[in-house]
Structure formats: structure tokens, C-alpha cells
């Protein structure tokens, strides 16, 4: 089945450190994306792929990095630098243009 | 102003009663819309797309207005099952880049 794996599904993590969230889709998409979401609010861009080795900054970039070394994966990594991590992340990829946008099942991130 | 806006709610209602949402957004120039609907703790889910015509799916309704720049999601014969957060989404540019720019969310709650 085609679709958008996000790993894991729960993580926690300790102060000053960092930690990468998973996602890897096999739909042939050609941009992915980053969001947040804390609870009872909208989802926040934090950065988008449109093409491999390009990305560019979200809404709320700062604290996180990303990769595009392959089509298929975009991976995110949340740097001690995010004092206030905490929150349902979610990635999701579309076709470029005018498609819509198809979301993993997201990692919800904790500080121990 | 923000990009997209949306009435928060939460919008109450008896089942089968019929409810309608409405969206309306900033840049003229936008070209592609989607309703998604989002479950509390899960990730947001495509519910349909809008064209400039309008079109139905069973009991959903879209409809597009673009002299006034405003979505509507109508509807009908509430299910129990409706019940749900739903973005209003849009297709925009910036910096160069097409992105979609998700609404904050209407909340929906059928009651029996």
C-alpha cells in the first residue's frame, strides 16, 4: 500500500538533547513537509522539501533541522535549541501543483 | 489578517440537522482549495477538494465564492460520526514556493 510511515510513534526526550522524527513515503511525491501542532491549536509549518537537496524555513523553523537526501524520506530533527518541544508532529508530501496534501499518522513528541 | 480564517466553534448540533462552515482567506491569487477533517488525536484527513463550480459528496457540500474569497462546507443529516475539527485549506505562494496554508479549524460536536 502506498502511503506515509512516521517513526516513531511516541518519543521522549531529555533536556539538551536532540532527536530525529522519521518519515518516508512511497507515493513518488515530490515535496514534503513539516508541521507542528500543539493541543487545541492549527497546524504550524516548520519546513517544506518542493525537490531533493532543496528545503526551505516554515513558519517556526527555529530549534529544527531538516534533510532531503532522498525523494522518498524527510527526515526531522529537533535540536536542544527547541526549549519547548513538546507537541504532535506531522509530516505529509504531495504532488507538486495543485494536489492536495496526504499526512502520516504523526510522532508525538514529550521531555522527560 | 491571517491568510485563512475560520470560525473556531465548537458548532453544537442535534443529528440530523444540517450545519455549514465557512472559510475565507487573503490572496486573490489562490487557485486550490480542500476541506480536510482532523479527529482529535489523529492526523488531518483529505474530506474533499472544491472547485469553482461546487460539488457534492453524499452529504458534503462545497462551495467556492471567489469575488468575496470565502469556502463554504455544508452538511446535511449530521452524523454522530461527523464529529470532528475541520480545516479549510488553500493553495498559496510564497517566496516563489506553492504551499498549502491550513486554517486554524472549525470544531463540530452532533449530539444524540
Known amino acids: 500500500d502506498g502511503g506515509i510511515t512516521q517513526s516513531p510513534k511516541y518519543l521522549f526526550r531529555k533536556e539538551g538533547q536532540n532527536v530525529t522524527l522519521s518519515c518516508e513515503q512511497n507515493?513518488?511525491?515530490?515535496?514534503m513537509y513539516w508541521y507542528r501542532q500543539d493541543p487545541g491549536q492549527g497546524l504550524r509549518l516548520i519546513y517544506y522539501?518542493?525537490?531533493?537537496?532543496?528545503?526551505q524555513k516554515g513558519d517556526i523553523a527555529e530549534g529544527y533541522s531538516v534533510s532531503r537526501e532522498k525523494k522518498e524520506s524527510f527526515p526531522l530533527t529537533v535540536t536542544s535549541a527547541q526549549k519547548n518541544p513538546t507537541a504532535f508532529y506531522l509530516c505529509?508530501?504531495?504532488?507538486?501543483?495543485?494536489?492536495?496534501?496526504?499526512f502520516g499518522d504523526g510522532t508525538r513528541l514529550s521531555i522527560l | 489578517r491571517k491568510e485563512v480564517e475560520q470560525d473556531p466553534g465548537p458548532f453544537n448540533v442535534p443529528e440530523g440537522a444540517t450545519v455549514a462552515f465557512n472559510c475565507t482567506y487573503s490572496?486573490?491569487?489562490?487557485?486550490?482549495f480542500f476541506w480536510y477533517r482532523q479527529d482529535c488525536r489523529k492526523e488531518p484527513k483529505l474530506l474533499m477538494s472544491?472547485?469553482?463550480s461546487g460539488n457534492e459528496d453524499g452529504r458534503f457540500t462545497a462551495q467556492l465564492n471567489r469575488a468575496s474569497q470565502y469556502i463554504s462546507l455544508l452538511i446535511r443529516d449530521s452524523k454522530l460520526s461527523d464529529s470532528a475539527t475541520y480545516l479549510c485549506?488553500?493553495?498559496?505562494?510564497?517566496?516563489?514556493?506553492?504551499?498549502?496554508?491550513f486554517g486554524a479549524g472549525t470544531r463540530l460536536a452532533v449530539h444524540p
Open positions: 505529509a508530501s504531495r504532488l507538486d501543483g495543485d494536489q492536495p496534501q496526504h
Open positions: 507515493l513518488n511525491h515530490d515535496a
Open positions: 522539501s518542493q525537490i531533493v537537496n532543496d528545503f
Open positions: 490572496n486573490s491569487a489562490s487557485q486550490s
Open positions: 472544491v472547485y469553482s
Open positions: 485549506v488553500v493553495n498559496g505562494l510564497s517566496g516563489g514556493y506553492n504551499k498549502l496554508i
